[in-house]
């Protein structure tokens, strides 16, 4: 849920835009990020997002339902190009394809689950191959398969009022590498395997 939060009209200004050179990043930023919402927001949500001062936001910005069914309805509408995530981590939990819709009508009748939940576009890797070995949790065996990487880079950042970022720090990075054929990409249940990089 924080992933859609921080993704409304007006959060990321929060944060960068006090200057013209990072209020000209902030399109950009956004450009990047893959389309999200809550398939049901909370009052309290739909009331933080409502304060914020959205003047001069992308228009990439993400769209956020109301506190009903609003995005449940557009979630069943894009379901082939989505994936539902719930507010957990670890890998497994997340829902899928033609999952999607019996998983939706479900929710219909319970909105405190629904807000449990997001709804984001899939992320589309390059079509051509990139085979690899990949040695899974709990196995010694090596499988050569045609895979797909996910690089997540680390960082903090100290902010202050009225000073704005105090100070920040880019501290590590992690590559996760996965069969092509698996939706999920969690390395503690087996889904994928710690990788490391090539620089070529």
């Keep these: 849920m924080i992933q859609s939060v921080l993704a409304a009209p007006g959060v990321l200004e929060r944060f960068i835009g006090r200057t013209e050179e990072e209020r000209e990043w902030i399109p950009q930023i956004r450009d990047s990020w893959m389309e ?23 228009d990439t910005a993400n769209p956020q339902p109301s506190a009903d069914r609003s995005g449940i309805a557009r979630a069943s509408e894009l379901y082939s190009q989505l994936v539902l995530k719930p507010q957990r981590e670890g890998g497994g939990n997340n829902v899928y394809h033609d ?15 629904a807000r449990a939940w997001i709804a984001m576009r899939l992320i589309q890797p390059p079509s ?5 070995y990949l040695v899974g949790a709990g196995t010694a065996k090596a499988m050569k398969k045609d ?5 997540g880079i680390f960082g903090w950042s100290l902010f202050g009022v009225p000073e704005g970022v105090v100070d920040e720090k880019t501290v ?4 996760r590498t996965k069969g092509r054929e698996s939706d999920e990409g969690g390395v503690a249940v087996g889904y994928s395997v710690i990788d490391s990089l090539a620089l070529v």
């Excluded at 999200?36 to 992308?58: C, D, K, Q, R």
């Design 99 to 113: 999952s999607i819709p019996p998983f939706l009508k479900s929710l219909e009748a319970n909105l405190e689950e």
């Design 172 to 175: 590590g990075w992690l590559v």
């Design 128 to 132: 051509l191959g990139s085979e690899n």
């Design 147 to 151: 895979t797909v990487s996910e690089l």
């Design 36 to 58: 999200m919402w809550p398939l049901a927001s909370s009052p309290e949500t739909s009331g933080f997002i409502s304060s914020l001062n959205t003047i001069g936001t992308s």
